[in-house]
């Protein structure tokens, strides 16, 4: 038999292990557990069903009506794609055009995309060859994040590092309206189209009293034709790591075919509006070679709505989603009708 003492201690030790005697940390607070029936099962089916079919609806007639024009200038630009994959030009420039006709005006905000088809930005490889804490203008080992492409031979750290940096789509866009026998040129806003957060968090520029000294050491990627300082030589403000459209590049892809925000139409003048009917011309500097591995390129001109662009991705799984909702509800009410036949026939 145990002594007195030993029933004692264990209980000394049982209330030094053991948790609060509270309602909460003994599970002892009232509890609600739901009386399922077949009245609450059918209705919860019905009325998500009949939710997501209405959303659904909602989202797919927004997107419908989205006005948007697509052009590819793959096809069109093939001479500058076969003269800029020779290496030798790698520096020279190379221009090339595509026209299109609006018969139809675009009203309200219109946004530029640049679009790309097989390039594949998920591979994992290719997503970690960045450093986050370069590109928030700290000091980092760049060689740990972002090999191969972190230093030259010659031990010349690259600004920005990285593959996704290196491979940044660089093509300069430029449209053009045809008017009264004259060409303008339509007025593009180059910032403003990025997130907030990425533009005031993610990236920042090293701190300094000009952005030239700030990256005095470093060099460009090995594809780029301008130093990292001299992405936009109109705006100062949108040099260096807060350059919208790295800022924009940088957040990768998960498909091989996307499109990214590449500039929206400044309201002005004849633009005041949108962009009217006639004919237009993009003027493209062609920079981004894509044959080599079968790819494509478009621009594209786009308007949004209050549910975004003109992805229907959203309105389809809504649909999708309740349509399977009530198509479970009517399952269910078909085996709970047939039970209940069956039970009401036994007891005859």
Not at 21 to 35: D, S
Not at 43 to 58: E, M, R, W
Not at 157 to 175: H, K, Q, R, V
Not at 181 to 210: A, E
């Amino acid at each position: 038999m145990k002594s007195k003492t030993s029933f004692l201690l264990q209980g000394e030790a049982c209330s030094s292990r053991c948790p609060d005697n509270t309602a909460f940390k003994q599970q002892r607070l009232p509890a609600w557990k739901p009386q399922l029936n077949v009245a609450s099962v059918l209705c919860s089916f019905f009325l998500t069903g009949a939710f997501c079919i209405a959303v659904g609806v909602c989202l797919t007639l927004s997107a419908n009506s989205v006005r948007e024009i697509q052009i590819d200038y793959s096809d069109k630009c093939s001479e500058c794609s076969k003269f800029r994959e020779n290496s030798s030009n790698w520096n020279n420039e190379c221009h090339c055009s595509a026209d299109f006709v609006l018969e139809e005006g675009i009203m309200g905000d219109v946004f530029m995309y640049y679009g790309l088809q097989n390039f594949y930005q998920n591979h994992r490889r290719y997503m970690i060859s960045r450093s986050n804490a370069q590109l928030l203008g700290q000091k980092a080992n760049i060689q740990q994040h972002c090999a191969p492409f972190a230093t030259y031979q010659n031990g010349t750290p690259m600004a920005p590092c990285g593959a996704i940096a290196n491979s940044m789509f660089n093509d300069t866009i430029e449209l053009f309206y045809s008017f009264n026998s004259s060409v303008i040129q339509v007025p593009l806003l180059r910032t403003g189209n990025c997130w907030w957060t990425d533009k005031n968090v993610k990236f920042r520029n090293p701190k300094s009293h000009n952005l030239s000294s700030a990256f005095a050491g470093t060099a460009r990627p090995p594809y780029w034709q301008k130093p990292v300082y001299l992405l936009d030589e109109e705006d100062e403000r949108n040099n260096g790591y807060v350059n919208e459209d790295l800022i924009i590049w940088m957040r990768v892809s998960a498909f091989a075919t996307f499109r990214n925000l590449y500039r929206r139409v400044k309201r002005v003048e004849q633009f005041a509006d949108g962009l009217p009917a006639g004919n237009y011309t993009f003027q493209i500097s062609y920079n981004f070679p894509v044959s080599k591995f079968k790819g494509r390129k478009h621009v594209i001109l786009s308007t949004v709505v209050w549910s975004g662009g003109s992805s229907q991705f959203l309105g389809i799984a809504y649909l999708v989603t309740g349509s399977a909702a009530t198509l479970t509800g009517f399952v269910i009410t078909g085996i709970h009708l047939k039970l209940r036949k069956k039970k009401t026939y036994f007891q005859k």
